[in-house]
C-alpha cells in the first residue's frame, strides 16, 4: 500500500479495498480504520462518546465500539447486508458503549461498501470526513 487516508465517499471504498487486499496478502493480524478525530471538532461530528470512531477487520470479521443509538442504527443497516450477521455483542461494566462484531462472508468490494456504510450510517460522519488506515 502506498496511501493510508482519504477523504470521500468513493476513495474511502477504494483504501478499504486496498487495505483488506493487503491484510490478506500480509496475513496481518487485522486491519484498523480510524475516522480522523479533526471530525470530532466540527459542528456536523459523530457522537463523541465513546472518541474517534473505528472500525477493525480480522478473518472476516468487522468489529466496531458503538453506542445503544449506534447500535441501533448499525442493526437497520445489516437489513441491507444480508451475508453480514452479528456475530457477538460485548458490553464491558467499565465501558460506556458495545463491541459489536458483525461476520462478513463478502469479497473486499463488499466489506468496503459496508465500512463506509458503517461511518456514514452509524457513526453519522460527514460525506468528506477524513479515513486513516492505522495498522495494516
Given at each position: 500500500m502506498t496511501r493510508f487516508s482519504a477523504a470521500d465517499p468513493q476513495e474511502r471504498r477504494r483504501l478499504i479495498v486496498d487495505a483488506i487486499v493487503a491484510h490478506r496478502e500480509r496475513a496481518s493480524p487485522f486491519l484498523t480504520i480510524e475516522v480522523d478525530e479533526a471530525v470530532l471538532e466540527r459542528e456536523d461530528a459523530p457522537d463523541p462518546d465513546l472518541g474517534v470512531p473505528w472500525i477493525q477487520f480480522a478473518d472476516g470479521v468487522v468489529s466496531l465500539d458503538c453506542t445503544d443509538d449506534e447500535l441501533e442504527r448499525l442493526k437497520t443497516l445489516l437489513n441491507e447486508y444480508p451475508a453480514f450477521k452479528i456475530d457477538e455483542l460485548t458490553r464491558p461494566e467499565d465501558a460506556d458503549g458495545t463491541n459489536v462484531r458483525v461476520s462478513a462472508k463478502a469479497d473486499p468490494n463488499r466489506i468496503a461498501q459496508f465500512c463506509e456504510h458503517?461511518?456514514?450510517?452509524?457513526?453519522?460522519?460527514?460525506?468528506?470526513?477524513?479515513?486513516?488506515?492505522?495498522?495494516?
Open positions: 458503517v461511518l456514514r450510517a452509524v457513526f453519522e460522519c460527514p460525506e468528506d470526513a477524513t479515513i486513516w488506515i492505522a495498522a495494516v
